[in-house]
């Protein structure tokens, strides 16, 4: 079975006893991790009094929870507290609506059609927070090893998901555009059937405590939220009876992608022991090798791979789809045009037929070149553009800024870090629908100059929107805030001898043959553009404010120093 792991496959121990930490707040040994979090003030204590009010109060408020079906509201506050005493999540969080979702009015094929049944919360997304913070704010004793499988643990905190994808992505792009050594690199897409509705709830649970250290009340948390959880179907509105529901992750809970990313870490074991480079974001993995053409080895050792991929996943009740995976070669043309004859299949996974493969939202084609990305996005840019253009005539000019933000910009900028040091032909057209963009929303003439246009909008044009990505996730990378698979990339400047650029937080430029992609990866135009920037900018003190120097900085730069004086950007103005 799957859940019986090897003592190598282990983060804790399992005779090990969980080390005893003493709190200097109140003088007392702690033994689980909800003791801790208590003492150490993130969790406030609560007396015997409370606790009795509470459970007076519990009566009354399973009253509110059975006359929710009169469309009486429950305040979910009066539970928190009670949640926390009694060391069990509260019943509004165990039900579940089950309501058919199908896609483009397709019948459901199976399990593994996406546009099936999706389950709905009736009442509330949010996780209790105990939980959440259990898995944030880990104590001393608890040792994860989830390195590579999203080790910064960014599928769950409140950073928007693009962002999120922005930096995954970029960590394979730049690992791929690096192997710039006439080798041809070979990415695998591996799919999951109905990934986070299969997950065993035993298994989970033991991976929690064995593999991560959660244990005591934090552990008996995490048991009373994925046990006794019901579900009903709601058909022609009118629902069924209640079900009980045995496996799978809730959906809609901030816990499922971090819940479902622990379930999968001894599959990193795996991946490593075959020598295979991969990442991790949710149910979507990658994995990814450079060879050379003629080296049939490291073929065979990404079919083995896979295949022993497929079998951890049956004795762990998932189900890859060989359907959806995909297989894209990536390299010179001649290159991977011999590779390709000689892979047919990866463990009866066939090599993708098409040019591109979708990844996290973004084509990759064999070029890395991004092109069919670009042209996508657009075309989607300028439909919703059509659109807004419908009903500009009745929007103020603030509600017609929000709707080209929405549904424009943001296309424009999702992952737009992958286009660092693209050629400026490949951003023309993106440069076309913002511009287009600008001149809807101030109703400007398609034959006056769009350059004072962009200035007064204080939008910066598409290829510093683009410096401006790559540099604020190396200011994060830099200050800890970014994540650690991105933090080996960039390595600090020390001099051998005293010299004044030592205090000037530079980057080492690595080595690349810039006639190449290889001058396209991260690892080389973060340093790069980086060394460019003023102290100032490098020392600001919080992302805010080195957002607004950033900003302030390439729109001098992009405008001209005279242009940007009359129209300096505040800290209010919006990247856009």
Known sequence: MG????????????????????????GEIVLDCADYWVSMGIFPKTGTLSIQKLNEMKGKLEEQWEAKKKNKRIKVKDFKQWETCNKCVGMWLEEAECRDMRKNGKQLAGVGDEGGAVICRTDNASAPPPLYNTLLSPPPCVSVQAAKVDPDLDVCTCVPVHVVHGHHLVKVTNDLLAADDGLVSILVLLDLSAAFDTIDHSILLQRLEWDIGIRGAALCWFKSYLSNRYQFVHVNQQPSTYSRVSCGMPQGSVLRPLLFTLYMLPLGNIIRKHGINFHCYADDTQLYLSTKPDQTKQVDKLSSCVRDIKTWMSANYLLLNPEKTEVII?????????????????????????????NLGVLFDPDLSFKPHINQACRTAFFHLRNIAKIRNILSKNDAEKLVH?????????????LVACPKSSLKSSQLVQNAAARLLTGTNRRDHITPVLQALHWLPIEFRIRFKILLLTYKTING?????????????????????QNAGLLVVPRVCKSTVGARAFSYQAPVLWNQLPVNIKEADTVSTFKVRLKTFLFEKAYGQASSNQTKPTVQSKLP
């Open 3 to 26: 859940n019986r792991l090897g003592k190598s496959d282990r983060g804790v121990d399992r005779e090990a006893p969980i080390p005893k930490l003493m709190s200097k707040k109140y």
């Open 330 to 358: 990536i390299g010179p043309k001649n290159a991977r045009d011999s590779l390709t004859d000689q892979i047919v299949t990866l463990d009866n996974v066939s090599v993708a037929s098409s040019t591109t493969v979708r």
């Open 406 to 418: 929405a549904f424009v910009t943001s296309r424009l900028d999702y992952c737009n870090s992958l």
């Open 481 to 501: 805030m970014g994540p650690s698979y991105l933090r080996d990339a960039l390595v600090p400047y020390h001099p051998n001898r005293t010299l004044r650029s």
